[in-house]
Every structure is written in structure tokens, then in C-alpha cells.
């Protein structure tokens, strides 16, 4: 979609996010102005808070935020919010969709659980903010120049939460042992793998590799390896007339008979039912649908 930025999150083994700028607006709120509560939008708004001071209430604590302070409301979450009472708030705010916000702010600091971060220095962010503040007036096109924007805003904060000691060590080991692994099955999905094998090449115990690949994937490295196969298998039934038998050995299943239970249980029906069906249908759409890198 025209104004859609894609975002390719490098390390991370789940790869892309998808981000659209929805509105960029300031506000310069009167002390009277009444509690907002916020519930139920179907879109996250980004508040930079330039002067003054109000209040957030979020998880049922009330943090009191100034000059300084980002806070992140997230879709679908309930937060209420206000200026306070004797040097009221102004602040910057973008609403924007995206497919992963949490995993998109998580290195910069701010989750769910808690939406907010105080900068250590404003004065870069603040030409940002308004050199965006000016792009915006909706067209399609200047939404993708405010999306240029969000990504020098997002690194500043990426740089501010480093600044602030934020612990992103620990997410970057995992997001590269995950990679890694995913990295060497798709390479080598042909061949008789063993779990031990796999955490072997990739210099980690079976548990910890176990552990990572839940955590990320959703699923085990063996079940991941063997849908794999059988995707790999479904591309090949569609493209060619190749004996059934030498197409599972071709993906890394010997035993025709095992291939065939393999292919029923990820499937629900036979590889020669598969081949007859003469479908069209793209046999990696679960990779995608996980925006996992498989090529």
C-alpha cells in the first residue's frame, strides 16, 4: 500500500514490520480540560511531551509525566490521561498502525507494561518532530516523507535507551541464535537432522535451543523442519512428474511410507491426493503469514 513502510528489523528472525502513518497533530492542552480515556482504538499514538506536565494512568498506576517524556498508547489497550492543573501539558502526537508495535519499541524501552521513557536529550528529536509536524497534511505522498521521519525518531529512541542502560543484550543473543538456527535447517533440510545435530552446528545445548524456538517461532525445531520438508514436497508435486518416492527423498524423508504419514499430518491428505488436486495455492504461506525468511 502506498504510504506503508516496511520496516526489515535485520536480526530478528521474524523479519519485516509494516508501519502507516495515520495523523501527526500538536496540542497545547488547558489546565480544564477533562480526563481522556482511551479504549478500544484500533490504532497505537505516540505522544512526545514538549512543556508542562499531566498525568498517565496506566495498569492501574498513575505516572506523572513532564517536558522530556514519550508515552506510547498501544491499540486496543485502556489508558486515561490529563493535563495538570497549574502547568498543563503540550505535546507532539502520531497515530500509526503496525503489524508488531511491541516488538517494533521493545529495544527502545517502552512496552505494554510500561508505555513511557524519559529522553536524556530532546533537542534532536524535537527537529524531528517538527520537521514532521510540517510534512504532514494526509496526501499519500507526504505520509511516506513523515514515515522517514518515524524512522529517525524511532532510532533516536533506540540510541536514548542505550543512553539509559535498557538491557537490550539479552533480545539481541536470541533474535541471532534463532536466526542462525533457521538459517542452517533451510540450508540444510535435505540431510537427516537430529535436534542434536542442529543445536551442535549451531554451538548450543538442545534445551536452550528447544527454549528459543518456542519462544520465537511458536514451535519446535523438528516441527519446523518437517513442515519445511513438506512445503519444499508441495512445490515440487506441483512442478513436476517426479516418482513421489524420490521426492521425499529429495526434501530429507527416505522412507516413502513415513514421507507419506509426514505429509498427511501437515497436510491432511496423501502426496499423490496433493499432486491430483492440481492446486495453485502458495505451499509457504505459513512462512510468510510469520514473515520468517525462508529463500
Known sequence: ???????????????????KIQRVGQEYCDAKKRHELRK???????????????TLI?????????????FLLYENEEYEYYPGSTDPWSYVWVDFRSSDTEKLFRPCGISKERP?????????????LKSMYEAYD??????LVCSAYF?????????????SGFPLEQASIKQRHVREILTYINNNYRLSLSLSDIAAANHISVSRMMGLFSEVVGMSPIAYLNRFRISYAC???????????????AVGVEDRLYFSRLFRKWRDMSPREYRQSK???????????KNIDFR
Do not use: C
Not at 496506566?58 to 514519550?70: A, F, M, Q, Y
Not at 512445490?235 to 527423498?249: T, V
Open 279 to 289: 492446486t495453485n495455492e502458495d505451499p509457504f504461506a505459513w512462512l510468510k503469514e
Open 235 to 249: 512445490d515440487l508435486l506441483r512442478k513436476s512428474n517426479s516418482p513421489i518416492g524420490e521426492i521425499g527423498a
Open 151 to 163: 524512522l529517525l525518531l524511532l532510532g533516536e529512541l533506540m540510541k536514548n535507551a542505550a543512553r
Open 116 to 128: 513511557y521513557v524519559r529522553l536524556t536529550d530532546l533537542t534532536v528529536i524535537l527537529g524531528f
Open 1 to 19: 500500500m502506498y504510504g506503508t513502510l516496511e520496516l526489515d528489523t535485520g536480526g530478528d528472525p521474524l523479519g519485516r514490520i509494516s508501519v
Open 58 to 70: 496506566v495498569n492501574g498506576e498513575r505516572k506523572t509525566l513532564s517536558r522530556g517524556d514519550v
Open 40 to 54: 478500544g482504538y484500533n490504532y497505537d499514538s505516540l505522544h512526545f511531551v514538549l512543556y508542562g506536565s499531566g
Open 138 to 143: 494526509a496526501s499519500e505522498r507526504q505520509q
